[in-house]
């Protein structure tokens, strides 16, 4: 594989610090075109933020983003979504009063280009626009399998379907890059395997690149192609699940091991 | 029918009929306490502003003539030409637009992710600079507002009413001003646009995203800073309709400003939360105290108009602190 050009990130000695605290330690890992990635680690080992610099909650004070080829300008988490990075949360962050339909259409938000002024008259296009986004959202609602909670307000669904839900307002975005914060964090077992199924359907079917934070060990050495591993802020491992099960300082971050 | 009742019937249709006027002020709230979580208190002011700015620009009259005049000596005080209401208004909407970017970039845009009393507190003070502010620009006269809404009792409902009383009864038919029947008619319409535009748009939907979670509404692409300039266009809009209103029934005047505290029991009772709470609760509030003055005002004296708002929203504050259509707050513990 010729690495260079399919590399659709490229995250160079990232370091991010809150105050006094270092959260992101020199970090660099890459991802790249069409794979799964994952970023495991213990709790409070840096994952998610290193997620949100990606996405650009947190601008690291150190370090560089490449994406597509390019340097990255520091960005408003809204003009990345812009660029095709879409994400869901570890805690669900989903418009509580709006039904999972309009939750969806949100996602189609950087597709929807009409006037302020066409949309209050329902016209010049707006209403075209309307539909055939309407039609892209229907498909994933298909493909979720979530027909049947369409016109339910997303407050009052069940923990596991809030998170589906989520799965497809970042889908609906039809993302270059799908950011997923613990996708299956509280899920039971046969919600995970759900979960983990629409994860590689959306990788093959669609060709989409994901970067997903897991805490369920066997389901991220099932689906991930690589995965890197982050402790106290610092990068441990990277490779494939294979390399990265062997890795003695891995072993150590998860088993515990005495210092002295 | 006797008299009586139908002077009753009369009272409340007269105060369903000033609670319309009063929804329109609390429209203005609800739609930026939803998207921002802010108290606007500046609403009032939005009102009294946009509406000297109607009649300014109408009129042809010269901005900041006082300032003018005291800085260079001379006397102008309006321009050779007038304008026709239309052009005024849309005038005026693109000076409220141009508000509302200004109140973005110089106020809101510094104040993120502080306290609500944090950006309450820049909201009164925004009241106070803007009626000063309004003052200086078109002066502090009071002035009559006229944008051919047609005014003055109905006859026809006059003589439409005239034969329901019983005969021999002293009755001369129920009065309804047009004024007020054109701002209900305003008020539906606008509350229907805004409902349907909020359904079913991108800006609407955006509007509720924003209103429900800031970081989810910015990871789909939404710009908190464009909403905050949509929605307070919107309700500089919706101010300028308010004060249309109030401005050709009781002139445009300072104490505008003050019609503010009137939306307040409004809210309490529908909810900040909610726009068909606004138009309900203006009318409970309007067709209850007029009620009220009716009825008690004779037992125990007048001016129970001043208080009478307050204590039914208290009343209700009691027991539904949400409001009528506000949204149930449950906190999981």
Known sequence: MNQNSDKMMDIKNIVLRFGGVVAIQNISFDIFKGEIRAIIGPNGAGKSSMLNVINGFYHPQEGEVWFRGQKR????????????????????????????LDNIMTG?????????????????????????????????IDFLEIQHIRKTPVGALPYGLQKRVE??????????????????????????????????DVNNEFGTTV?????????????????????YGKKIGDGTPDEVRNNQSVIDAYLGVSEH | MSAEFLYTIEVILNGLMAGVLYSLVALGFV?????????????????????LTLVGLQEGRVPFAHLINAVFGTKVHHFDWTLPAIAAIIFTILVMVLFAILVEKLILKHLVNQEPIILFMATIGLAYFMEGFGDLMWGSDVKTLNVGIPQGGSLWFEDFTIGWAAE???FYGM??????????IIAVSLVLFLTIFSQYTKSGRALRAVADDHQAALSVGISLRVIWVLVWSISGFVALVAGMMWGAKSGVQFSLSLIALKALPVLMLGGFTSIPGAIIGGLIIGAGEKLFEFFMAPIIGGATENWFAYVLALLFLVFRPQGLFGEKIIERV
């Open chain 1, 73 to 100: 300008k520091s960005m408003k988490p809204y003009q990345i979504a812009h660029q095709g990075i879409a994400r869901t949360f570890q805690n669900i962050a989903l418009f509580k009063g709006m039904t999972a």
């Open chain 2, 31 to 51: 739609l930026i306490f939803k998207a921002s979580g802010i108290f606007n208190y500046a609403q009032g002011v939005m009102a009294l502003f946009a509406a």
């Open chain 2, 168 to 170: 021999g009864e002293k």
């Open chain 1, 167 to 200: 799965l497809g307002r970042a889908l609906a975005a039809e993302p270059e890059l799908l950011l997923l914060d613990e996708p299956m964090a509280g899920m039971n077992v046969e919600e995970k395997e759900d979960m983990s199924r629409y994860i590689l």
């Open chain 1, 211 to 231: 970067a997903l934070i897991e805490h369920d060990m066997g389901v991220v050495m099932d689906i991930s192609d690589r995965v890197v591993v982050m402790d």
């Open chain 1, 108 to 140: 189609r938000f950087t597709h929807m280009k009409k006037s302020i002024f066409s949309q209050m008259i329902w016209e010049g296009g707006a209403s075209k626009e309307e539909y055939e986004n309407r039609e892209v959202v229907e498909k994933v």
């Open chain 2, 175 to 184: 009065y309804v001003d047009l004024l007020d029947v054109w701002a209900a």
